[in-house]
Structure formats: structure tokens, C-alpha cells
């Protein structure tokens, strides 16, 4: 895809002002009492589907928690982001406070050891699925040194366009507060870009082999060969064809943009245009 954009267009271009900085001086690695590799952690910005690699993770033997919601998000790991993410994204650009650090700390090891109570012997390895946790990637990593984060991300003409804007409305403010008079598809690629171009530094200057990112539309033209690419990077094993063929279907919402106002869309991608071409 190739994208225009006239020169004097505002782009979004600060990734740095979703994530804290973690001097590691000021966290410890949280003890897991299990040797079955993880966390394997799913997040993206919400509406992406995320749902569907949570299924293909399942079934491959991967444990995602036993208080699961009906979109397959670990329920005590949404509740550790409903109490965390605002706070801990305020302070982005700064080094938090000690206070604020120990609190989600002392937090997290009661919810992962909630968790692992109830990882099953056969388990390959241990993870969960909250779309959220793509706003605590830095901390996850600095409590948890063997995280594998699995970034999933959708075309984000595509996110302007979803019924679910729930991220919008909970952290648009915080950190797209000057988008606050523009039309809703407009605030959320400016929110989409944000995050995901984050999320996509982090996993490459810091994780490395430890972060995949991951394409709805990929999943969708080429299941199989990205089931596949899942399986390696979270350690399963699996028939990626038989799972791919029951948990992938492509739904009739995808590319639903090319239906928009060429106006509306002309206007998401100068301000997106950064993230639309990166990824």
C-alpha cells in the first residue's frame, strides 16, 4: 500500500508518549512457581480480533486461564487493567513512582498466582489473552523477563470503522486529547497509530525474539501459514491446517473502509499514514 501525504498534514509520530520509563533499579522479577514456559501474552487495540488467536492458542495447548469472558480475555487480568492502565500511562514519558510501581506489582504476582493455580499438568505453556495488556508491555517485561508478547493488529481504517471503541472512550483522553473535537473514526486511527506504533518499538528495540506481530489480514488470506507462525513463537505444537479451518473465518466486516466516504478515508490516511504504511 502506498499512501500520499501532503507534507503540511499532522501525522501521529510520538509512539514514546504511551509507555513510562522503567528504570530497572525500581522493579523485581515476580517468582513463577511453574517451569511450563510463559507468559504468552495476546494484546492489541481492541476490536482487532484477538479473540481467534486465543482459540487457536487454546487448542494448541496453551493454558489462558479458567475465568475466561465470552471473548476469551482472562477476566482477572482485565480487572488488573481496569485498576492499572490509567495510572500507569499518565505518567508516560516519566519515570513512575516507586509507590505506583510496588502497587501493581504486589497486584500481579496475586493475579499470575491466581493463574497458575489452575494450569493444568498438560499444559505446553501458560499465558492469557486481555487486549489491554498492550498498555503494560514495559512492565510485564520488567516483572516477568521470559514474557513473549504477541502483538495483533488490524488495518486501522478498518479499527476507525469498529462498533467496538472502548479503548477510545477509556484512554482517548489521556493520550489523544487533541483530537477531542474530531469525529470519532478520526480520534480512534489517531489512538490506533499511537499504541500500536508503541507497542511495535518496544517489541523490536527491547523483546526481540520475544515479540511477534501479527496481521488480522494475514490470518485471514494465509491461516494455515500464520497458525504456524504462532505455534513456533509460543512453543505449541498442533495440526495448523485442522485449526486454522475451525477457528479462522473471516468476517463479512473485513475491508469494510472501502465502503466509506473517500473524503473520510483520504483524511485517516494522512493522519495514519506512518502506522498504515509500517504495517
Not at 72 to 95: L, Q
Request: aromatic fraction near 8%; glycine fraction near 8%.
Amino acid at each position: 500500500m502506498r499512501l500520499r501525504v501532503p507534507a503540511h498534514e499532522t501525522r501521529v509520530t510520538d509512539p514514546a508518549a504511551v509507555y513510562p520509563s522503567l528504570p530497572s533499579a525500581r522493579t523485581d522479577p515476580l517468582p513463577l512457581a511453574t517451569t511450563v514456559p510463559g507468559p504468552c501474552v495476546i494484546g492489541a487495540t481492541g476490536g482487532s480480533g484477538t479473540r481467534v488467536v486465543a482459540g487457536i492458542a487454546r487448542e494448541s495447548g496453551m493454558f489462558i486461564g479458567a475465568r475466561l469472558n465470552p471473548y476469551e480475555d482472562a477476566v482477572a487480568f482485565g480487572e488488573y487493567s481496569d485498576r492499572w492502565i490509567d495510572r500507569f500511562v499518565e505518567r508516560a514519558g516519566e519515570a513512575p513512582e516507586k509507590e505506583l510501581l510496588g502497587g501493581m506489582q504486589t497486584d500481579l504476582e496475586h493475579v499470575v498466582q491466581d493463574h497458575l493455580a489452575e494450569l493444568p499438568p498438560e499444559a505446553r505453556a501458560w499465558g492469557w489473552k486481555e487486549p489491554r495488556s498492550i498498555y503494560l508491555v514495559p512492565f510485564f517485561d520488567a516483572t516477568m523477563p521470559s514474557l513473549r508478547f504477541l502483538h495483533f493488529l488490524r488495518d486501522g481504517r478498518d479499527m476507525a470503522f469498529s462498533e467496538n471503541q472502548n479503548q477510545l472512550v477509556r484512554y482517548g483522553d489521556l493520550l489523544v486529547d487533541d483530537r477531542r473535537r474530531e469525529k470519532k473514526p478520526v480520534r480512534s486511527i489517531a489512538l490506533w497509530s499511537l499504541v500500536n506504533s508503541a507497542a511495535a518499538d518496544y517489541g523490536e528495540t527491547r523483546l526481540g525474539d520475544r515479540y511477534l506481530r501479527v496481521r488480522f489480514e494475514d490470518l485471514c488470506a494465509e491461516p494455515a501459514e500464520t497458525v504456524r507462525r504462532i505455534y513456533d513463537f509460543f512453543g505449541l505444537e498442533g495440526d495448523a491446517e485442522a485449526i486454522a479451518a475451525a477457528e479462522v473465518r473471516p468476517p463479512s466486516t473485513l475491508a469494510r473502509w472501502t465502503s466509506k466516504s473517500p473524503r473520510t478515508i483520504s483524511k485517516l490516511e494522512q493522519l495514519g499514514e506512518p502506522a498504515l504504511t509500517r504495517f
